[in-house]
């Protein structure tokens, strides 16, 4: 990563320093300046005030060309003379922006206009319908914050703020404010996920249902303990710049720039605390954005294109982290998950009150890696670890649908035939009448026929629901014996395959240590595939095959508490984890990310309620039923050596402390209410977890 302000970026500051005070010529035309060379003349404009740009532009056209190239901006941002300055727009501003041309479908009807109007009264008349239309669209669509747009339903805002650099807006950079209020009961992994991915990954990893923090490394740096937990949260969604600006990896501007904006005093007091993931556009040029497309979405390109490409990915990536450390944001160790991932950043407000940091500071920080792995399989193991991956994923599938099978034929056997209930109870109440007697009001006649009907009724109801058992007979015999082909036939065919390809892929060479089988075997709990696999590792390896690291780093016992349990198939969970301890399996091996696996199992859990209460979900699911289960885990997985901080941390709050996430710590929603400015009521302002999702990609 090259930066062109490695020796360059301190000049203001030194001549600051030092007491020097440079400012531009008074008189350029009758110097011969004009005719200076190109580079020259940059470098002595470059250090001419913002203010003073029109004069010069105005002095001739060398002047105005050279002001206006991008070698000059270039120039002023790397040496540190660009004038950096922001300006968050408005909710009215934000309209008018989005629509130009204010709102449409505006006339004037019959009854607006009087006779003898002039053109003039009808333009203002028009006008004032225009203003009060655009009036109630802005209220309608969120635009009458001050602070951006406001979401209808969850509150949150999108920020837009506008970069200028000596004095011309050159790009913008955009936010997101999520308004947690103090009470906990905002909700903020509903308000995350309506927003966009990127913040339902992000508020999903660092926060509870309820916006309160689960990461330990940001807990570590709050003044008051939970006050990180509540109160704005604020995610810096994208930054773009005109490329002029940060030319050869410069980050002056891009980094005044962030700073300004999280410094906004329209923001003060408005978030406590701010992420942000590098991006690696914030630094590609157009040409490299136009090389990626063409590699990697049109199919194109030589091996060469491709790997830089990947190459200037990650400079432009690594560039947009350095200047976030400059701002002042520090890294999520938590979130740190396979090489050359995006890196994660947080800021808490006092973080900003620090001088922005120069790229040789940032350069000395040590950023978190994720720790060496395995290296992927090749040759005969990647071959073991394919077919393993398709057996498995095709006998789950079977599985699945023998298990649904077993359901829908219970349901099937015990059908009640509710579709006659209400006709034979209506059957029988007539019968119970005529059985009665016949009344006096009745005829002989009427009798006779009502009498007849009932019995022809109660024919076809016998006939009918002969039919149906018959039918209902023919489904079962079917179901069942689809049921046991399933059982005796495809799923010992499937594991008799399977074998036969990895007896022999083993005789070539191959490793089941080394090529992860297990592992891949334990993802979706295949105990049909367990045993001969074990059998295949050789005596003094199967403890580390049963418990090493994959290239995802986790072990068998982790990959099974990836996946979440669902009430239909808890005890296969049970079951496999029981199986894997017998065979010698530890649990108390730390995967990559620091948990053992029952710090995997609660995080898992803690999604799971999460997610249903989110989503609405917990129906015939509840935490009360669970806690068998959760019990029988717990005891299962704890690791003999003592927990891992990491595995207190992920303690699973809906099951280990009666805690219903359905209640909140206030019945008062104050995260939506609005003062009279349309402002949110001064009182609430008072992102791998291990979600599993890069190793669920791999196995």
């Not at 398709?390 to 829908?408: A, H, P, T, Y």
Request: proline fraction near 4%.
């Amino acid at each position: 990563m090259n930066d062109c302000s490695d020796e360059r970026c301190k000049k203001k500051t030194k001549q600051e320093a030092e007491g020097l005070q440079v400012t531009a010529p008074q008189d350029f035309s009758s110097g011969g300046f004009a005719s200076l060379p190109t580079d020259v003349l940059i470098s002595i404009l470059c250090r001419s005030p913002a203010s003073d740009h029109k004069s010069l532009r105005d002095t001739c056209q060398a002047f105005r060309a050279t002001i206006d190239s991008d070698a000059y901006k270039g120039e002023r941002a790397s040496s540190g003379w660009a004038e950096v300055s922001t300006h968050l727009l408005s909710g009215g501003e934000l309209y008018d922006r989005d629509f130009p041309n204010g709102p449409e479908d505006v006339s004037l009807s019959d009854g607006e206009v009087e006779e003898g109007d002039t053109e003039e009264q009808k333009a203002a008349t028009l006008t004032a319908k225009k203003m009060i239309k655009r009036a109630d669209e802005m209220s309608e669509y969120g635009y009458s914050s001050g602070l951006g747009c406001r979401d209808q339903d969850y509150g949150y805002r999108d920020i837009t703020i506008d970069v200028q650099v000596d004095g011309k807006r050159c790009g913008s950079i955009s936010l997101v404010l999520l308004p947690r209020g103090t009470q906990h009961n905002y909700p903020f992994h509903e308000a995350a996920d309506a927003h966009s991915s990127e913040m339902q990954s992000v508020g999903w990893s660092l926060c509870d249902s309820a916006g309160r923090l689960k990461v330990r490394s940001i807990k570590d740096f709050e003044l008051i303990s939970g006050e990180a937990g509540k109160g704005g949260f604020l995610h810096i969604k994208s930054v773009r710049i005109s490329e002029a600006y940060h030319q050869m990896g410069c980050t002056n501007v891009v980094a005044e720039a962030v700073r300004y904006a999280l410094s906004d005093p329209q923001l003060r007091g408005e978030w406590t605390l701010a992420t942000a993931i590098s991006d690696y556009e914030v630094y590609m040029t157009k040409e490299d954005m136009e090389l990626k497309r063409k590699v990697r979405y049109g199919n194109e390109g030589t091996a060469e294109e491709k790997e830089r490409v990947d190459r200037r990915f990650w400079e432009c990536a690594m560039l947009d982290t350095k200047t976030l450390l400059r701002v002042g944001l520090k890294q999520i160790p938590e979130t740190v998950s396979e090489k050359k991932s995006p890196y994660w950043l947080f800021a808490l407000p006092p973080f900003l009150n620090d001088p922005i940091k120069s790229f040789e500071e940032v350069d000395q920080i040590p950023l978190i890696e994720p720790p060496d792995l395995p290296p992927k399989p090749t040759g005969v193991d990647a071959e073991i670890l394919d077919v393993m991956k398709r057996s498995c994923n095709e006998l789950r599938q079977l599985l699945d649908s023998v298990s649904s099978e077993k359901l829908e034929l219970d349901k099937i056997e015990h059908h009640q035939f509710t579709p006659f209930a209400e006709l034979e109870a209506q059957l029988e109440e007539l019968r119970a009448l005529i059985e009665a007697g016949k009344p006096d009001h009745i005829s002989e006649a009427s009798w006779e026929e009502i009498s007849a009907r009932l019995e022809e009724n109660e024919e076809k109801l016998r006939v009918h629901r002969a039919a149906i058992e018959e039918a209902i007979e023919e489904v079962v015999r079917r179901q069942r014996d689809k049921l046991k082909n399933d059982m005796d036939v495809k799923i010992p065919s499937i594991v008799e395959e399977l074998q036969t390809k990895v007896t022999a892929l083993v005789r070539k060479g191959g490793s089941i240590r080394k090529s992860h089988a297990i592992h891949c075997c334990s993802r979706l709990r295949i105990t049909q595939f367990i045993d001969f696999l074990i059998d295949m590792v050789p005596p003094e390896e199967r403890a580390q095959a049963l418990s090493s690291l994959d290239t995802c780093g986790i072990t068998p016992l982790h990959c099974v508490v990836l996946g979440t349990p669902e009430v239909r198939d808890r005890d296969e969970y049970v079951d496999f984890v029981e199986r894997l301890l017998g065979m010698g399996a530890d649990t108390n091996v730390k995967s990559a990310r620091g948990v053992t696996p029952i710090g995997k199992y609660r995080l898992t859990m803690t999604d799971k309620f999460e997610f249903g209460n989110v989503f609405g979900m917990r129906s015939g699911d509840e935490p009360a039923g669970w806690r068998p289960f959760h019990i029988k885990m717990e005891g299962l997985l704890r690791p003999s050596q003592g927990e891992t901080d990491e595995d207190i941390e992920a303690k699973c709050a809906v099951l280990d402390n009666d805690v219903d996430p359905d209640e909140s710590d206030d019945d008062e929603d104050t995260w939506m209410d609005d003062d009279e400015d349309g402002n949110e009521n001064d009182s609430m302002m008072d992102m791998d977890e291990e979600n599993g999702s890069d190793e669920e990609q791999e196995e």
